[in-house]
Structure formats: structure tokens, C-alpha cells
């Protein structure tokens, strides 16, 4: 646990998760032991590989820095206050509102037991994914195109599950009981080579990144792209910019904006480093109707700048729509174009093309 004193709600709830992680761990074993004879890897990797968890598993925590909240942006917002908060507080969740009951409020409540229920909203995790895989567009690019890559300290106060938590997944663990998740990334790697988001990838290599995460070099092998494929991670108590922030990888389409300038004046402030990763770009013919509905060529060729869209382009769309709802209501309601725009960052990610050097 870090040093941070954490409220009573936080730490039942990570006390919960540790629990239904200990109620999995012997049968884990028993399978990645299987797993691990059959790829013909020693059986001395299982301990190296948790080690490893434990001491160098970084949560990341994506976000889209040029999103509204209230008369600021994202970014300008985390410059002046120093402190990254949760979806409950800024009312934000991947480009809609998060209001009290809503669905994210359920999935909550049965993950943790109930441990957050009635608490303020300041007590509440803050949502991210483990960066077991080191690609370059991070470990969930569906949620933004920038993220912080937390102090692998963090990751002590954190709890993870295989997948989302709207999913109710069953492997649930922390950094010290991790067995349940390593096995569910396994048993996927072995019956179908992929962990993760990345494909072809056979047990050998997935045990060969996750030994080999105190190397700070990103794998080669390109974007994820990975939308749906993720270790979700709970950070539980205040994540501070001036002293949990190992590195914020940011998207080049906000290069020389105003929203790049408040990552560059962030980064200075608080005194992490800044990465700008390759970022996706798209022209609007290659939008098709088949991958997250028929409406989005109509929607890329409305906000595309010079023919092409990229996280910059969504996102001054999503602040013109939220100044002026009345003026794209031949699309729909507020609601439903947000959900349009969040789409289309979907697609974007899957199949845009990486921005030359």
C-alpha cells in the first residue's frame, strides 16, 4: 500500500477485490501452471512475472485533454488544479455526463460490494487500465488520445479486473493478487494468440513483456489499437500531478494548440516528462459505413478538417456541439451526438493511420 492514508470506503473496497482475488487464486495457479508446460516455459517465469507486476505495473489513464468542463478544458483544468479527477467529479465519462444512479453507479457498487455507496464524490476511483503491453497508443485508446502513465507506486492502491467493470467480469485482483488476471490473460493467449489488444502473440512473448516491464522502451510492433481488450484499474485516493505522474503521452494532432500548450505548461509545472506518440489520422473517404454504424461517413465529412479527421477535429466538434446543441439537432439530441462523436474516436483508433514523423 502506498503511503497515502486512504478513507475507510477505499480501503473496503480494495479489501473486497483482494478478497474475490484470493477466492480464485488456487484454481489460477493450477491453469497457468498447465499453460505454461504446454508453451514449454520454465516454471519459475510465474514468480518472475508477478514480481514484476508488483514492482514496475504502471496504471495509465487516458483522457481526452480538449473536452469541456464547465468554462474550461480538460487540460486547462488539470494545469491549474494539479489534481486528475474522477468521472463523478467533472461529470465526464469518455464524452457523456456521468450523473448520480446511472449505470456506472450500479457497476460500481457491485464490484466493490457497496464500499463507495453514499460517499462524496472526491472518495470515488478514478478509472484507468494496467499498461502491461507497452504500446504506443496505450493500453485503452477507446477512453482518449492522450494519457498519464501513473508511478508504479500507484498501482499498490489500485485494483484491477480482466475487462471492464460494466461487464461484472469475474477475475478481480490487486498487484499483490494478481494470479486470477495473469491466468484470464494467459488462457486467452494460449487458446487464441492474443492478450490484450495484440495479436499473434504466443504465451512465450506475453511472459517475455510482462518479465521485461522495468524496460522503459515501448514495443515496436505499432499501435494496438485496442478497444475492448483491457486490464481495467480502480485507483483508489488522490492521484497528485506534482508526485504520480510517471510520463504523459500526448496525441501530436494538439501540437502548437492551445490545448498542447497547456500539456507542455503541465508537464513543466509539475515536472514530468512529455512524449507526443505517432497519433491517428483518417481521411474522410475511408470512413465506411460498417464499423460503428452508417451514420458516421456523414459525421466525419461535418467536422473533418481539410478532408481528414484526428483527436483534434473530434474534439473541437464536441465543443461547438456543447456551445450550440440547437445547431446539429438534424442530427439529434445533445446526448446522442456526443455518442456519435465517441464512435467515430472508435473508428479513428481502429483504423486511422499513424501520423508520419
Given at each position: 500500500?502506498?503511503r497515502?492514508t486512504?478513507y475507510?470506503?477505499?480501503?473496503r473496497?480494495?479489501a473486497?477485490l483482494?478478497s474475490?482475488?484470493?477466492?480464485?487464486?488456487?484454481d489460477?495457479?493450477?491453469?497457468?501452471?498447465?499453460?505454461?508446460?504446454?508453451s514449454n516455459?520454465p516454471?519459475?517465469s510465474?514468480?518472475l512475472?508477478?514480481?514484476?507486476i508488483?514492482?514496475?505495473?504502471?496504471?495509465a489513464?487516458?483522457?481526452h485533454?480538449?473536452r469541456?468542463v464547465?468554462?474550461?478544458?480538460?487540460a486547462?483544468g488539470l494545469?491549474e488544479?494539479g489534481?486528475?479527477?474522477?468521472q463523478?467529479?467533472?461529470?465526464?465519462?469518455n464524452?457523456?455526463?456521468?450523473?448520480?444512479?446511472a449505470p456506472?453507479d450500479?457497476?460500481?457498487?457491485s464490484l466493490?460490494?457497496g464500499?463507495y455507496?453514499?460517499?462524496?464524490?472526491?472518495?470515488?476511483?478514478?478509472?484507468?487500465?494496467l499498461?502491461?503491453m507497452r504500446s504506443?497508443?496505450?493500453?485503452a485508446?477507446?477512453?482518449g488520445s492522450?494519457?498519464f502513465?501513473?508511478?508504479?507506486d500507484v498501482?499498490q492502491r489500485s485494483?484491477?479486473?480482466?475487462g471492464?467493470?460494466?461487464?461484472?467480469?469475474?477475475?478481480?485482483g490487486?498487484?499483490?493478487?494478481?494470479h486470477?488476471?495473469l491466468?484470464a490473460?494467459?488462457?486467452e493467449?494460449?487458446?487464441?494468440?492474443f492478450a490484450?489488444?495484440?495479436t499473434?502473440i504466443r504465451p512465450?512473448?506475453?511472459?517475455?513483456?510482462?518479465i521485461n516491464?522495468n524496460?522503459?522502451?515501448q514495443n515496436?510492433t505499432g499501435p494496438?489499437r485496442?478497444?475492448?481488450h483491457?486490464v481495467?484499474?480502480?485507483v483508489?485516493?488522490?492521484i497528485?500531478l506534482?508526485?504520480d505522474?510517471?510520463?504523459l503521452?500526448?496525441?501530436?494532432?494538439?501540437?502548437g494548440?492551445d490545448?498542447?500548450?497547456?500539456?507542455?505548461?503541465?508537464?513543466?509545472?509539475?515536472e514530468f516528462?512529455l512524449?507526443?506518440?505517432?497519433?491517428?489520422?483518417?481521411q474522410i473517404?475511408h470512413?465506411?459505413?460498417?464499423?460503428?454504424?452508417p451514420t458516421?461517413p456523414?459525421l466525419?465529412?461535418?467536422?473533418?478538417?481539410?478532408?481528414?479527421?484526428?483527436?483534434k477535429?473530434i474534439g473541437?466538434?464536441v465543443?461547438v456541439l456543447?456551445?450550440?446543441?440547437?445547431?446539429?439537432?438534424?442530427?439529434?439530441?445533445?446526448?446522442?451526438?456526443?455518442?456519435?462523436?465517441?464512435l467515430?474516436w472508435?473508428?479513428l483508433v481502429r483504423?486511422?493511420?499513424?501520423?508520419?514523423?
Open positions: 500500500m502506498s497515502l486512504l475507510p470506503s477505499q480501503q473496497a480494495i473486497q483482494r474475490d482475488a484470493l477466492s480464485l487464486k488456487a489460477a495457479i493450477d491453469n497457468l501452471t498447465a499453460i505454461l508446460r504446454l516455459i516454471s519459475s510465474l514468480n512475472a508477478l514480481d514484476s508488483r514492482q514496475y505495473a504502471c496504471v489513464l487516458h483522457f485533454p480538449d469541456p464547465g468554462n474550461r478544458t480538460v486547462s494545469l488544479d489534481i486528475y479527477k474522477s463523478f467529479e467533472t461529470g465526464i465519462s464524452g457523456l455526463v456521468s450523473a448520480p444512479e456506472r450500479e457497476w460500481e457498487r466493490s460490494n464500499a455507496s453514499g460517499v462524496e464524490a472526491t472518495h470515488r476511483p478514478k478509472y484507468g487500465a499498461d502491461l504506443p497508443d496505450g493500453p485508446p477507446r477512453f492522450c494519457f502513465v501513473l508511478k508504479p498501482s485494483t484491477f479486473t480482466f471492464g467493470s460494466q461487464a461484472d467480469p469475474k477475475y478481480h490487486t498487484v499483490e493478487e494478481f486470477g488476471i491466468d490473460a494467459f488462457e493467449c494460449f487458446t487464441r494468440d490484450l489488444g495484440v499473434n512465450s512473448k506475453l511472459m517475455k513483456r510482462i516491464l524496460n522503459p522502451v515496436e494496438s485496442n478497444l475492448d483491457y481495467e484499474a480502480q483508489h485516493g488522490d497528485l506534482v508526485k505522474i510517471l510520463e503521452v500526448a496525441d501530436p494532432s494538439f501540437h494548440t490545448t498542447g500548450r497547456d500539456l507542455e505548461a503541465m508537464s513543466l509545472k509539475y516528462r512524449r507526443w506518440h505517432q497519433g491517428f489520422r483518417m473517404v470512413v465506411t459505413k460498417d464499423f460503428r454504424g458516421m456523414s466525419a465529412a461535418r467536422i473533418a478538417e481539410n478532408g481528414f479527421i484526428n483527436a477535429a473541437t466538434a465543443r456543447s456551445g450550440d446543441p440547437e445547431a446539429w439537432k438534424d442530427r439529434g439530441t445533445l446526448p446522442e451526438v456526443l455518442q456519435e462523436l465517441k467515430l472508435h473508428v483504423f486511422g493511420k499513424e501520423v508520419e514523423e
